[in-house]
């Protein structure tokens, strides 16, 4: 089965510092991987997904950016962060054999000062 | 979009009560999942029932997708049931799950 890891765990960082969030994929090939947002407790917004290396969809505009530098890495990114961008991200992905099921890793909470 | 709405928002239970969580959704979905968001932030998979009734354990959910809503049971609650339960749905040919506004739980001794 696969098995999501996330970097860092937690990140303070001051408003307008950059951002780099990781996510990393084991046990499956050419996933679709997803970027969700928590904000508040609840409810969770999709950000970004990808289908592929290099091949980024944005769900809505905002101030960060994906990337997907290989097959089963997904980073996400800002170049100046503001307050509004904290919260709890998270990464997906379907689960194997062509599954609907989508699976989350453990989460990066990011709080904005 | 498609609209996700749960009820209730918020339930106390005392350990070893039943409950009932309902998921409602304004369209037809190809996928709906259950989730509990531990106190640690972890979304845990609970169900994958875009229709039909399953079991796991203490927990079972039902989802009438013809009347678009889904229920999720717990039955005999402990302190670790605890937390946010999530239903989300996917629709049409799109990517994304669409999440419910969740539904917090507490079971207290």
């Known amino acids: 089965s696969q098995t999501i890891h996330q970097w860092p765990a937690t990140l303070v960082q001051p408003v307008g510092s950059p951002l780099s969030l990781e996510c990393t994929v084991e046990g499956t090939s050419n996933p679709n991987l997803y970027w969700y947002r928590q904000a508040a407790g609840r409810g969770l917004q999709l950000l970004f997904y990808?289908?592929?290396?290099?091949?980024i969809s944005s769900e809505v505009p905002q101030n960060l950016s994906a990337s997907r530098p290989q097959d089963r890495q997904f980073i996400l990114s800002s170049k100046k962060l503001l307050l509004s961008d904290s919260g709890f991200y998270l990464c997906?992905?379907?689960?194997?054999?062509?599954?609907?099921?989508?699976?989350f890793g453990p989460g990066t909470r990011l709080t904005v000062t | 979009g498609i609209q996700v709405e749960q009820s209730p928002p918020d339930l106390i239970l005392q350990e070893g009560a039943n409950s009932t969580l309902r998921c409602n959704f304004s369209?037809?979905?190809?996928?709906l999942q259950w989730f509990h968001q531990n106190p640690w932030g972890q979304l845990i998979n609970l169900f994958y029932i875009p229709s039909g009734t399953k079991q796991n354990g203490r927990l079972s959910a039902t989802t009438v997708a013809t009347e678009r809503y889904s229920l999720l049971y717990i039955s005999s609650s402990q302190t670790t049931d605890s937390g946010v339960y999530f239903c989300?749905?996917?629709?049409?040919?799109?990517?994304?799950?669409?999440f419910g506004t969740g539904t917090q739980l507490k079971v207290e001794l």
């Open positions: 990808s289908v592929g290396i290099g091949q």
């Open positions: 369209d037809s979905v190809n996928n």
């Open positions: 989300a749905v996917r629709a049409g040919g799109g990517n994304k799950l669409t």
């Open positions: 997906a992905c379907p689960g194997q054999g062509g599954s609907y099921e989508q699976y």
